[in-house]
Each structure stands twice: as structure tokens, then as C-alpha cells.
């Protein structure tokens, strides 16, 4: 590549007066992902003096203007890569295209520096968050999640910009998990080896359409010749105390890198409610209920990774992933107590699970010297969940005399597959940067439901909530999307296809719900830098949610006599659409402007049926809903040791929903809201292996759907020290220290009068210890993510209850 450059110089030279000359160019990794902030320098060769310098933008790109005539030499460096030397005989401007930085051999030493805290970067359609080596990786990935910039996590909610339609990817590879599923996954899963988070909040076209928001988990994988490893163990203290251990692995050499990590966890966590609802009839009061819930829930998880990658050649990688979660013993004890005016009744509810999810993935990746990458992925997820259910019912009188008792089990039993193929094609060409692809998937999910209700000792089958529902999905995508980067302009913009055809069928009435449609998905990011301390960015993307499968499944899921959650077969997709306006500020001071709208968003909202006292829970298409608000970020160093992050979010937002059991009339719930998130970072100690975070969160009043939810807060604090080097690891985490996480949901419109309060297990101490071992001196690359989406649709019958 030398040779090129010093004869095209040569060439310039004959045609060109002397005058001053500007250098561009891309600077991009081995899987030509740009290499943001890499430093860029020009040193003269007369006397080796520095003649320019500046850093590359998010996209790779680097320009250095009004350079005069004469020879030099180009320096490009960073961290982790082998510096890029090139001698230039600067006669005339240069466009040097794309410059690739190889990987450095040279390893890091874990005696100099065994504890740092976490980075932070800002690109127009991402989050970028750095926190390999901090105290924030000593938990789980949940943890983590709850301390990045643009996630919000409260009482296991997670959401970005106020959505929680939301892709998961954990090591580059798609995560099909909603509800408490995912939550044992995310809680389950050791932050040991997570290096960064990537908070996509416009996703580009190249991902499936589903999903407001991407969150991307950078786990290590790839090292320098030899092995490393490490074993962890963790002791928490909540209401009942929780244990993890587990083990990570790595092994490299030429052409083999293999990752690999496990996982077991066994907890024992409580959850409290308490609740009122008064019987409206006319306007008229005519009965009240209260009750209270007490959950107990025990669980025993394993989770394992595995990823092996084998380089062919320089231009050809085959890689091979598995991912197990799967939790043999999950049993839920659900003791409630409801007081009316002239009555109760007391429920005792024993739930027993066993779930099994397991997911493979097949890559194949060819890089030509040109820059192109062509990408081939085969997934498949076979996902099961069984179900046994004990209810027992006993009923006393206003003079608290036993009446009657009512007995129901339940078994259910749902299993997922789920396959997919996927080509990508990325273009490095003169003029932009071009990527397209096709993917293909197809889904088949089947569950059955048998109810025994027992009368008098009697077992008798309910017919009625009885049966199997099926239903089965084929998806057709295809996207095209182009990026070109200018000197002070970014810009990039996708249109992605979807065509889905979907059919649902109910075994009890012959039911069959047939969904059949095409939509497209324009994605637009454009960037200006007016100089390194102001740059403005307008973003736009359209996306869409689909229902998951057990919120398709109409048979009922009772929590005692009166109380059920059931899925609505007749969901209709959500289609959202999101425009940001951001402005950022010396590279540190972020304002956005954004306004979202969304169409048919689902959500699950409580009716009370007056007639017959019962309180269903049922997911419903609202009519639109619409929030538009004003975020400022900032993430800056304050001295040598002591780092913060803060987010402040004021947002309004509008649901308009059809009250189902009100004579189904169009209302609507709004409100203005705000959170605040203050993270702190301290390195301490000259080898920086002292290490504290405090994160303090604050969530005023707001909305979900009809409902009204109370204002919250949380203070978290962790402590990590490193001893002898690095190779002992001890921490110490307190999560909402000051038990001030509780809140209240209340529904009140027409004839709809309810209000219940939520106690979570959110108050603990845990304490944990790591032994690291092997060789420790590593590097890590990463490699182009698969985003397989139809998985995060599974979801057991009642998890989130």
C-alpha cells in the first residue's frame, strides 16, 4: 500500500503547483468497522516535527487541511492495533480511501493498571459504553444494564427513550426472551467478561425491523496465543439470601479462538402486593375489595456460552455459537388473601416450572483486500416451557365461618422453534460505503392447556379454558443502506422490507386468525460537525413491534377464582415512528429533541368486570399513543480520579386507549414526567485497583397505558478492589440502599376503580470474589453482530404475574 500511495504522489506531482494540499481518508479495522478516535499525525521528514494532528470521527473518517508541499510521513495509532506508518510526498490532495489497522501482538500487562472506569462515547445513532476491568462488571449483566447511559431499569422494567420494545444481543448474538425469561437470563448471566454496552437508539436498516431500540452486549472472546480464565462466586443477602458461581474460558491460538462460560445460580426472592378495587355500577359504588399477595419464588438457573471461531486464511472465518438457559426447578408460592364487604376468601397458588432454551448460530464471513464483507448466518432456537399449576380456594363468611372451597390445576406446555438464514453484503466504494442483505424466517410455536376443576371431590375438565393454540409465522426481509462521510457531514440512511404471513389457530371454537402484510422501514442519520466543539444531528427511523406468542394465546391463566391474565389472539402489530434532533456540545454535552408516535402500541392494562367481581389482565392494541420530550447527557471526568455520568429526561406523554369494559368509548391518559440518573466512577490508589460507583436514580409520576404509576427512586452503591495484580478480584454491591423502589399503580376512568401497591426484592447486599488465572495479558477484536429478532417474542404463560 506504500508503494501505491508514493506513486500516485509521484503522478499528482507532474500535473500540480505547489500550494497548500489536504490528506483524507477512513481508518477501519480488519472487519472494516470504523475505529472511532484514533489519532492521526503528520510529521514531517526533514526534521520530524509534528506538522498536523487530529483524531477520526465516528465513522473512520480523518482530514487534514492546508497542508503544505513537501515530504512526510503518516502516523496513525490506536490502542490495541499496530501503529499505520506511510511516507507521503505531498504534492496535490489526497483521498487515501480506507487505511486498516492490524491488530497488535503486543500484550497488555495486568500488573501496571487491574482497575479503570468505565468510557463513555456518543455517535449519532448509539450509545457507546466502555466498562471492561471496572467494578461494574463483578455482578451480572443486569447490573450492568442498570448502570448504562440511555437504559432505564426500574423494579425489572427496561426501557430506552421511554420504549420497552427493545432487541437484546449478548455477544453478538440475538437474545428471544421477554418477561421474567429474560430477566433470569440477564440476572443469570456473570458481567465478568462483558467489555461494553452499545445503546442503539436508531437502528440501522441492516437490523430486523423489530425493536425501538438495540442493546448490544460486547462480551470478550478473542485473545492473544494461550489461555485465561477465571472462576467467580457471589453470595447475596435480600430477604432470603441468593448464591452464583461460575467460570469463564478462553483459549486462542493462530487460526482457533475459543470462548466459553458457565454459569448456576439458585434464588429465593419475595414480592409483595396489596390492592383495592371498588365495583362501580351506574356511578354508584356497590362493592370493594382488598386483598393482599405474597410470592415466594424459588429457582435454580444454568447458563452456559460457547463460541468458537476458526480463520481459514485472512479472508475467511467460520464461526460456531451456543447459548443455553435452562432452569429445571422453578416454583412459585403465591399466598393471597382478599377481604370484601360481607366475605373472604384465601388462595393458595403453587406454580411449578422447568423451561429449556436453547440457541445455535452458524456464521461464515469472507473479507476480500478490497474492503467488501460478505456475511452468512444460520440460526435456530428451539425454546420449551411446562407448566403445573395447584389452586386452592377457601371461602368464609362475614363471621369468618368456612362455606365452600373451590380446587383447579392447570398444566401448560408451550414449545418454539425457530429458524432463520441470513446474507449480508457490505461495499467499501469510492463514493459511499453501501450494505444490503436478505433474511428469511420462519417460526412455529404450538402450546396446550388442560384445566381440572374439582367440585366436591370431583374432578371435572374445564372445557372452556381447555385446548391448543398454534400458530406458525413466515417472515421475507430484504434492506439496502448507504453511508458516505464528508469532511464536517455524516450521513446514512436504509429502507428495509418486511413481508410477514402469520396464522393463529384455536382448537376450543376453530378460531383461526390469519395476519398477512407487507411494510416498509426508512432509517436517515445526518451529522454535522461545524468544528470539534459544536456538531447537530437529525435522526429518523420507522419500526414495528409484534406481539408475542403467549399474548396471542386466548386460554386463561388464573391466580386464584377471581383474578386470571389472558392472551388476546386479535393483537395487531405496533408501528412506531421516531424523530430526534440532537445537538452536542465540546463532545461532552448532549441536548436531544425527539418525538415519537405509535400505532396500535400494545399493552396490557387491568379491567374489572363490576357484573361478576373479576379482575382480568388482558393485552390490548390502544388506539395510538404519542410522547415527545427533552434529554441532556453528559458524561465528563471531573479530576484524575472521579468520573460522572448524568441523564435528565422531561418528556410528555399521551395513551389513548378503548376502555373494553366501559362501554368501549375512546379515552385517554396523559401527563408530563421526568427521570434523573447521577452516576459517579472512582479509580483509587496509584494502580487504579480501588474502584467505587454510585448511581443515584429518581423517576417522578407517569403513565403506562390507562394506568397511573407513582414516583420512585434508587441509590446503588459498588465497591471493587484487585489484589495481588489482578488475579484476585473481591467486590461489593448495595442496591437501593434506602428501599425507596416501591410504587403504586392506579386505574380510574368510568366504571374502572383500582389501585395496587408493589413491593420488589430490590433491597440487598451482595458479596463476591473472582480468581483469575491463565494468561492474562489479552487483546480483543469484535466481530460483525447477527441481530436474529424473532426469538425475544417467547415468553411463558404468566411470567411477569
Same mark, same amino acid.
Given at each position: ?10 503522478f ?6 505547489s ?5 483524507t481518508?477512513?481508518?477501519k ?16 521528514q ?13 465513522t ?7 497542508v ?16 499505520f ?5 505531498l ?5 487515501l480511501n ?13 500488573i ?20 471492561e476491568?471496572t467494578?461494574?462488571?463483578?455482578g ?6 442498570k ?10 422494567e ?7 420494545n ?5 455477544n453478538n448474538k ?14 443469570g ?16 436498516a ?14 470478550s ?13 457471589n ?21 482457533l ?23 362501580i355500577?351506574?356511578?354508584?359504588k ?13 429457582s435454580?438457573?444454568h447458563?452456559?456460552n ?31 388473601e382478599t377481604?370484601?364487604v360481607?366475605?373472604?376468601f ?22 476480500s483486500e ?23 380456594s377457601?371461602?368464609?363468611d +362475614? ?6 372451597? *373451590? $380446587? @383447579?390445576?392447570?398444566?401448560? =406446555?408451550?414449545? !418454539?422453534?425457530?429458524? #432463520? ?21 420462519h ?15 370431583v374432578?371435572?375438565?374445564?372445557v372452556?379454558?381447555?385446548?391448543a393454540?398454534e400458530?406458525?409465522?413466515?417472515n ?24 410477514t404471513?402469520?396464522?393463529? +389457530? ?5 378460531q383461526? *386468525? $390469519? @395476519?398477512d402484510?407487507?411494510? =416498509?422501514?426508512? !432509517?436517515?442519520?445526518? #451529522? ?21 406468542y ?12 377471581y ?19 440532537s ?12 418525538y ?23 393485552p ?13 447527557? #453528559? ?7 472521579w468520573?460522572?455520568?448524568?441523564i ?5 406523554e ?10 368501549n ?18 479509580s ?49 454491591k ?7 423502589t ?17 413491593r ?23 466481530k ?18
Open positions: 500500500m506504500h508503494q501505491k500511495i508514493t506513486l500516485l504522489l509521484f499528482s506531482y507532474l500535473c500540480c503547483f500550494q497548500d494540499f489536504k490528506v481518508g477512513f481508518v479495522d480488519a472487519n472494516t468497522n470504523a475505529i472511532e478516535f484514533a489519532n492521526v499525525l503528520l510529521v514531517s526533514q526534521d520530524e516535527s509534528i506538522v498536523q494532528g487530529t483524531t477520526t470521527n465516528a473512520g473518517f480523518f482530514s487534514l487541511d492546508q503544505p508541499e513537501g515530504a512526510y510521513t503518516l502516523k496513525i495509532s490506536f490502542i490495541g492495533y499496530d501503529t506508518t506511510s511516507p507521503l510526498q504534492n496535490t490532495s489526497l483521498d480506507a487505511i486498516e489497522l492490524k491488530e497488535s501482538s503486543e500484550t497488555l500487562d495486568a501496571n493498571i487491574v482497575g479503570k472506569r468505565p468510557t463513555f462515547k456518543k455517535q449519532p445513532d448509539r450509545i457507546i459504553f466502555n466498562i476491568q467494578s461494574l462488571t463483578e451480572s449483566i443486569l447490573d450492568v444494564l448502570n448504562t447511559p440511555g437504559i432505564l431499569i426500574m423494579n425489572d427496561i426501557s430506552v427513550k421511554n420504549s420497552s427493545i432487541i437484546y444481543l449478548i440475538r437474545v428471544y426472551l421477554t418477561g421474567d425469561d429474560l430477566q433470569q437470563l440477564l440476572s448471566t456473570s458481567a465478568n467478561d462483558v467489555q461494553g454496552v452499545e445503546v442503539i437508539t436508531n437502528p440501522p441492516k437490523y430486523d425491523a423489530e425493536g425501538s431500540a438495540v442493546i448490544n452486549i460486547r462480551m472472546k478473542n485473545l492473544v496465543t494461550g489461555y485465561n480464565g477465571s472462576l467467580f462466586g453470595f447475596t443477602q435480600g430477604i432470603h439470601p441468593r448464591y452464583k458461581a461460575g467460570m469463564s474460558h478462553f483459549y486462542k491460538t493462530d487460526k479462538n475459543i470462548f466459553g462460560n458457565y454459569a448456576y445460580s439458585q434464588d429465593k426472592i419475595d414480592r409483595y402486593n396489596s390492592g383495592k378495587v371498588n365495583f355500577e351506574q356511578g354508584v356497590v362493592g370493594q375489595w382488598h386483598d393482599e399477595i405474597n410470592r415466594t419464588t424459588k435454580r438457573t447458563n452456559a460457547v463460541n468458537i471461531d476458526y480463520d481459514f486464511n485472512d479472508t475467511n472465518t467460520l464461526s460456531f455459537t451456543a447459548n443455553a438457559n435452562i432452569t429445571p426447578y422453578w416454583k412459585r408460592k403465591t399466598e393471597m377481604q370484601a360481607d366475605s373472604s384465601t388462595s393458595l397458588n403453587y406454580t411449578d416450572d422447568n423451561t429449556t432454551n436453547l440457541a445455535f448460530n452458524i456464521d461464515y464471513t469472507n473479507r478490497s474492503g467488501n464483507t460478505l456475511s452468512v448466518n444460520v440460526h435456530h432456537t428451539n425454546y420449551d416451557y411446562d407448566r403445573a399449576q395447584d389452586v386452592t377457601q371461602y368464609f +362475614d363471621s369468618q365461618q368456612f362455606t365452600r372451597n *373451590n $380446587v @383447579f390445576d392447570v398444566t401448560s =406446555l408451550q414449545n !418454539t422453534h425457530i429458524y #432463520t438464514g441470513q446474507i449480508d453484503y457490505s461495499m467499501l466504494l469510492q463514493v459511499f460505503n453501501l450494505d444490503m442483505g436478505v433474511k428469511l424466517s417460526i412455529d410455536s404450538k402450546s396446550d392447556v388442560l384445566q381440572i376443576n374439582t367440585t366436591g371431590g374432578p371435572v375438565t374445564d372452556g379454558n381447555s385446548g393454540f400458530y406458525n409465522e413466515m421475507y426481509a430484504g434492506y439496502v443502506s448507504l453511508a458516505k462521510s464528508w469532511e464536517t457531514w455524516q450521513f446514512s440512511a436504509g429502507l428495509r422490507g418486511e413481508y404471513n402469520a396464522e393463529g +389457530d384455536v382448537s376450543i371454537n376453530n383461526k *386468525n $390469519v @395476519f402484510y407487507f411494510k =416498509l422501514f426508512p !432509517t436517515l442519520n445526518i #451529522t454535522h460537525d461545524f468544528n470539534e466543539n459544536h456538531s447537530l444531528g437529525l435522526a429518523y427511523g420507522k419500526r414495528i413491534e409484534r406481539p408475542s403467549s399474548a396471542l394465546n386466548p386460554f386463561k391463566f388464573y391466580f386464584n377464582d383474578t386470571y391474565l389472558q392472551g388476546n389472539p386479535n393483537l395487531q402489530p405496533t408501528i412506531s415512528h421516531l424523530t430526534t434532533l445537538y452536542t456540545l465540546n463532545q461532552t454535552y448532549t441536548f436531544e429533541l425527539y415519537r408516535y405509535e400505532d396500535n402500541p400494545t399493552s396490557e392494562l387491568v379491567f374489572q368486570e363490576n357484573n361478576t367481581n373479576q379482575i382480568s389482565y388482558l390490548v392494541n390502544l388506539d395510538r399513543s404519542e410522547d415527545f420530550g427533552f434529554d441532556f447527557m #453528559t458524561y465528563k471526568p471531573l479530576t484524575n480520579v468520573s460522572i455520568y448524568f435528565n429526561s422531561i418528556f410528555h399521551t395513551a389513548y386507549f378503548n376502555a373494553v369494559q366501559s362501554g368509548t375512546l379515552e385517554s391518559n396523559k401527563t408530563w414526567a421526568m427521570y434523573s440518573n447521577f452516576m459517579n466512577f472512582f483509587l490508589l496509584e494502580d487504579q485497583s480501588l474502584n467505587i460507583d454510585v448511581s443515584i436514580l429518581y423517576m417522578t409520576p407517569m403513565i403506562n397505558g390507562s394506568a397511573n404509576v407513582s414516583s420512585r427512586a434508587q441509590i446503588d452503591l459498588g465497591v471493587k478492589k484487585a489484589f495481588n495484580n489482578g488475579k484476585w478480584v473481591a467486590s461489593l448495595a442496591s437501593d440502599i434506602f428501599r425507596t416501591d410504587f403504586t399503580v392506579k386505574n380510574k376512568y368510568l366504571n374502572q376503580d383500582n389501585a395496587y401497591y408493589n420488589f426484592d430490590n433491597q440487598w447486599i451482595r458479596f463476591g470474589l473472582r480468581y483469575n488465572f491463565g494468561n492474562t495479558k489479552l487483546t480483543t477484536n469484535e460483525e453482530e447477527k441481530d436474529l429478532n424473532e426469538r425475544d417474542r417467547l415468553q411463558g404463560e404468566g411470567s411477569n404475574h
